[in-house]
């Protein structure tokens, strides 16, 4: 098979090496075509452009695979514990027993947050979304932490930037929570593991006892691996771009949390239970939801449907469906939106109008239900996505600075006005 690729443009010829990964995928380097053509590929959206090479995630959309450093997603949620997963993301293997202590052991001792930072919850106005609080308050740890302010004072620098952020990533968050509820936060108790601590911090009250609850306990776990990574989707590359600049990991993770706010990106998880509220407010008929959904006047899109790349079903919103049926079943909780999500997801799945673009239910669709059952308020969901792809960001963050990665900086097509002349003010 040829290594290159042949493109005739505009009567001239060039040759364009092929890139082949590990899993067969083909790229062609076009890195050299403007120099040599004068022409620049257009994709907006970059729905058909590889912005790198990554060894983290393998991802194939046709065939519902996902896997962590060749690792299936199925066995990792099945078998792995989260904290376990991040070090795989990060370093590239699964810990051994001695590096996974240190590293647990490490990541407990950086939870507490410098006390300042509890003054900044002041300035929120009540009830603000934890989003616009998550994204300042972990960009704020650079003024806490000016070493990590320069992301290349080397490994061991970096490391502890990258263990300080995991470790207090659970802590701001519950912080959040517990602000927005008026209630005293609980600082973190660091004989916890990461998950237990998490939900400690959150859902124990200073006046009363809280029994961490195995069935909750598990399902959190789960739910972070599945958010753990997925390569190269709006906002790891936007960490990966906005650390290009050299920008901290602070800033950078700052910013991938401002991308994954959107509803057609994390915040769907938010807007599908909703959706499932607004239905069920509305009768339950599934049926006009559909239709809204499919008629292009009306901008309303079946919010936890589709996918940009998974064309065959989410692998993670397979797990999702089975964990959702088993928690609520286990908690004992009867929650009438997850019979209206299924009624949705079979109508959705029978009709030509899904079928022909291949939108399935993706990861957002079944997992609000579960953190409701789980007792989270509906704002705090996009939070938890947050907490779980953090490992991810920081990998694919940490991938980017190993390869030295140049500044990103698309070209475009300018599409204005040709060069006119100034017409002074009074002549207009
Ligand atoms: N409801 C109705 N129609 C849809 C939907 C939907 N949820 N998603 C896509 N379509 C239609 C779309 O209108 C288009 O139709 P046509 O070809 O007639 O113009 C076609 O399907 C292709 O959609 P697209 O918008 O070109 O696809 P995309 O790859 O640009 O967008 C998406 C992917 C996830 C943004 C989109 O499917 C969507 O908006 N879904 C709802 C929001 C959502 O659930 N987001 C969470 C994504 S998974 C979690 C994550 O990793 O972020």
């Known amino acids: 098979m040829s290594e290159t690729a042949k493109l005739n443009i505009q009567g001239s010829e060039v040759e364009l090496p092929l890139v082949i990964g590990t899993e067969q995928e083909v790229g062609i380097d076009i890195a050299a075509l403007r120099a040599s053509t004068k022409a620049v590929t257009l994709d907006v959206g970059y729905k058909n452009t590889g912005s790198t090479t990554s060894a983290i995630t393998f991802l194939d959309g046709e065939q519902g695979i996902l896997r962590h450093r060749g690792y299936s997603i199925e066995e990792l949620a099945d078998k792995a514990d989260f904290l376990e997963v991040a070090y795989l993301l990060i370093n590239g293997e699964l810990p051994t027993k001695e590096t996974y202590t240190q590293w647990d052991d ?9 006390g300042d930072i509890e003054n900044i919850f002041n300035a929120w106005p009540t009830g603000s979304h934890p989003m616009g609080q998550l994204i300042a308050m972990i960009s704020s740890l650079s003024s806490f932490y000016p070493e990590s302010l320069n992301p290349n004072l080397g490994d061991d620098a970096r490391d502890r930037t990258i263990r300080r952020l995991l470790a207090k990533m659970p802590t701001i968050c519950a912080m959040i929570h517990k602000k927005r509820s008026g209630h005293p936060i609980i600082y973190p108790k660091n004989n916890l593991n990461y998950v237990e601590n998490y939900l400690n911090m959150t859902f ?4 009363e006892d809280y029994d961490l609850d195995p069935v909750v306990v598990n399902a959190m776990n789960k739910l972070l691996i599945l958010h753990a990574d997925h390569e190269q989707n709006c906002s790891a590359s936007t960490v990966r771009l906005v650390g290009s600049s050299h920008a901290n990991l602070y800033a950078s993770i700052s910013a991938g949390i401002a991308a994954l706010w959107g509803p057609l990106h994390g915040g769907a998880n938010q807007k599908v239970i909703e959706m499932l509220e607004a239905i069920k407010a509305d009768g339950g ?6 239709d809204k959904a499919k008629d292009k006047n009306d901008p309303f899109r079946l919010m936890g449907f589709g ?6 079903f989410d692998p993670r919103a397979k797990i999702i469906k089975k964990s959702a049926d088993d928690v609520l079943n286990k908690l004992g909780v009867n929650d009438p939106t997850l019979e209206i999500a299924k009624q949705l997801e079979e109508a959705a799945l029978s009709d030509p109008y899904f079928i022909e673009r291949k939108l399935f239910p993706n990861v957002d669709f079944y997992s609000g239900i579960i953190y409701r059952a789980m007792g989270f308020p509906v704002e705090m969901f996009t939070v938890l996505f947050a907490l779980g792809r953090l490992p991810g960001w920081i990998s694919q963050w940490k991938e980017m600075m190993e390869h030295r990665q140049p500044i990103g900086r698309p070209r475009q097509i300018y599409t204005g006005p040709v060069q006119r002349p100034f017409i002074n003010l009074e002549d207009r």
Do not use: Q
């Open 106 to 114: 490490d990541i407990r001792h950086h939870t507490l947050v410098n």
């Open 204 to 207: 124990k009250n200073v006046t």
């Open 285 to 290: 008929n599934a049926k006009k939801y559909l």
């Open 307 to 312: 996918h940009r790349v998974y064309k065959n």
